[in-house]
Structure formats: C-alpha cells, structure tokens
C-alpha cells in the first residue's frame, strides 16, 4: 500500500518471543519427536548376534525394532565349522517369540511347528533360514533360537524386538 | 498423465455437485474452498503416510506438521522480510468509491465479490466505501466514508470492518 491516501499501516514493535514455563516445555517435546525421528529412533533397525559351538557356526541378523503392521525377517546363517559332515541340524525357533508376530512364514518349510530341518552339511557348507513376520502386537517381544546338531552339538541366540504401536 | 486427469475429473465432479445443491447448503464457504479443502488432504495424505499405518508415523508426522507451523509462525514474527514473503501484504482494492482495476486484476477479484461483501458490511453504494482492502488471510475489510463529507456513508461509530 504506497499511496498517501491509503489506510495507515501498523507501528512497529520490537519483536521478541515469549512463551509460557508449560508452552515452552510443550514445545521442547514437540521439536524433539521429528527430531528423532530424522535421527532413526523410530524406525526400524537390525541387529546381528553370533554363536558358536564344536562344529557348528550360527548367525542371526533380525529386526531390533519396528512398527506395527511392518514386515521383516529374520534370516540365519548356519555353517558347518568343523572337519566332519554333519547329517542333519534342526533349526528350532521360539514359539514364544514367534506368535508375537501375525503370518509367520519359514523359507524353508518347517516339518514341525517352527522347526526347520537342514541336512548333509559338508564341512564349511552354509544353510539359510528365513523367518518372514508382521508386527502385531506392540511392546518387546524375546525368545531364543536354538540350532542343534545330529552330534547333540547345540548353538542358543536370543532374539529381541521392540514394536512401535 | 492419469493422474492429471482423474484429479481434473473429480474436482469438476465435486464442484458441479456442490453448485447443484445450491448456495444455501454451502453458505460459508464457496466450491472452490470446499473442492481444495476436501481435495488437498485425499492427495496428500498417501503421499505423506504411505503405507505405514501405525500411531508411530501418525504422531511423527504431526509433530512434524506443528513444528514447521511454529517455524514459520516464529520466522514470520522475528523477520519482516520472511513475513512479506510468507503472508503477503494487505492490497487496496476501492479508494474513495473508486474501484482499483490494477490490483482487482492482480488479485483476480471481481466487482461482484466486492458488492457482495459490502452487502455483508451493510454497505449499499460504493461511494460509502472509504477503502476496501483485501487482508492477508483473503478476507475483504471495508472502511466507510466519513458522514458530512461529499459521499454518502455510515455515521462513523456504525462504520464496519470485516
């Protein structure tokens, strides 16, 4: 608005900001949920977690958190360290871990409830086991994977995920 | 492409249903308001979301909205150069009963809308109208002419500004 015959405009003042003890602590939390949201505390990541016993070598990478209705897997290496072949190792999953999670599904296909049979493992040979799950129910839910050999030989790893609702 | 074209088809759907239930149904907002508000939100929303359906992402993604809302706000406040950029400045649109064809253009008002909200004001002829001045939240205000002088107006104490 530049002509003389124009509405006034506004005086100025000096700009500063205020905000209340409560608004200011409101806001603090406001600005620190996108924060860490761009810093990945929300979204999902894996962990890895190694054990070894006489002859057999185990690692499982599976999701450390993640939210709900998400699907990930947990997938296990199973490997044959030892000198001798081993006839047959039995990869058995938690179902205390595993009902936490809606639609399971074992790639390979489980002869028995969540339990994946792998056979002739030659010395060094590796096995995959994929364990497919959907975030269900939120909160941290455990359980341990237990791999155990046709020499009795047996390997434990503790899986833990954290579901955001 | 199809996507062009099935926005275009269902805005002049939602527009043509909301003229056929005439002005009385949608008295306080025009098509237009109610297309791009109904609209806007249906386009962005899947964009913005995707497919993640938790709280998680729901909150996330709000916190995020109200913190870019208190950025500009405090911007807009700290700065005058951010404020013009970010609310535009008022326009005058009628001068001393005299409509402003430049800016009407600029701002793409039509008499009628003017009328129409000077009616609203209690105002009848525009040679009541001191100023017009479109603000910067769109909404038109009107200052009166002052009783006693050359052009009819309001006493001053009955002056109204929308």
Redesign the interface.
Known sequence: ?A?H???PEAPRIE?K?RFGRLQAVG?LT??A??TL?LAGV?GASSATVRADAAGISVEATYPERF????IHRVLLRVRNSGSEPIDTVEVAFDPAYVLRFSTPRLIPAATRPFRVPLTDLEPGAERIVLLEIQAERYGRHEGDVLVTSSRGDSVSLRLSTLV?? | METVVRVAAFYLLILLGLRLLGKRDMSQMSPFDLVTLLLIPELVSQAVLREDFSATNAVVALATLFTLVLVTSTLSHMSSRAEMLIASSPTVLVRHGRLLEGPMNRERIAPSEIYGEMHKAGLYDLRQVRWAILESDGKISFIAEERGRDHPGKEPEEATVL
């Open positions: 608005m002509s015959d124009d509405p700009r900001l806001l406001m600005l949920i996108p949201a929300f939210r709900y209705k998400e955001f609702p």
